[in-house]
């Protein structure tokens, strides 16, 4: 069985130019490699979160259960603060999940690439739906040269990697107890990393616009409720992109 | 008990956001007028996570120290030469290791 039909169920109908078990691997590990710069971004961003569940009142099981439930460092994260303050319950909930609105916009810009897939198999590629599978797999999947069932295996191959390694790093700093050393840095390999992205992200003045508002809107939002701040600056800098692009002239790059 | 079921709720919660579209969109066409504001999710979000980190802390207003900056700026400026995010790491960190030991 290739690693095709293993994902997509024995039965799809589509034809596949590669059928051959390396040559669906290989395009996993091509994902998992492409990957790679953001899955050393996340795995100290793990650790951090490991070596807090272990000092926290939650509880080991709880706090590494955590981990795979919500596959969100920054929600996870403020879950497991917020549990450990004894916040109420229902505020977690809805804090945790205004901090992952932002999932629903990254699922509407990925959706559609999976569109005609089995249900199951978007049951399963929605699970891993996160800033770097989108940042990673979209502009990928723009060039435009991968079939429905090979961008299934590259998303695969890219977003398990970096949702296991992310769970992987928990978990390993829970059971070690580790501790970061402080001169490596590692608190600054996620941003770093969303650096290096955005550096790729913004290939005209529209989009060098959107992120420059968005940046300048989530410092200076930082004080709303509930960690809006977040999703107000991305809503705020859409509107500044598009209303850039409109100005110009120019036509949007089809999603 | 109260733990978990907290739990529960964010990591269903978010699973709800994250397939709500691939089950709504089904086999269908989104409407073109998506084409455009949806170009934007990416470098938006990305700007915003990159602005809560850098320049918030705790809650407040707080910007990095000139060693982070610096880095951040040698990353930039590397990825947007090379297109390589890996590379931009390997400058921008030794950056970060030597300011951050000359207590910039």
Known sequence: MTVESAVLGASAAAPIDETSRSSGWRLALAGAREMA??????????????AMIA??????????????LVLAGAAQLATLQMLDAGADPAVIVVSALVINLRLLLYGTSLAPWFRGARLRTRLLVAEVVIDQTHFVCVPRFERGDLTLERRVVYYCGAGFSLAGA????????????????????????APLALVGLLAKATIDVPRTLAAGAAICVAAAAVAMPFHLSTL???LAAIVVGVTAQLRSGRKAVPS | MNTWLVLLGVGVGTYCFRVAMFVLVGDRQLPA????????????????????????????????GLAELASVAAAFVTVRRTGDVAKGLMVAFPILWLLTAANL
Not at chain 1, 55 to 68: E, K, L, M
Not at chain 1, 168 to 187: E, H, I
């Open chain 1, 166 to 189: 992310f769970v992987a790093s928990q978990v390993l700093a829970v059971v070690l107890g580790a501790n970061l050393p402080p001169a490596a840095r590692l608190d600054m390999a």
């Open chain 1, 37 to 50: 710069p953001m899955t050393m971004g996340v795995v100290p961003f793990g650790f951090a979160i490991g």
């Open chain 1, 232 to 234: 107000v600056a991305t």
């Open chain 2, 33 to 64: 007028w998506t084409d455009r504001p949806l170009a934007f999710v990416g470098p938006a979000a990305i700007g915003a996570l990159v602005g809560g980190m850098l320049f918030t802390s705790h809650g407040r207003f707080d910007a990095v």
């Open chain 1, 55 to 68: 000092s926290s009142s939650v509880g080991v099981w709880a706090g590494i259960a955590s981990a795979p």
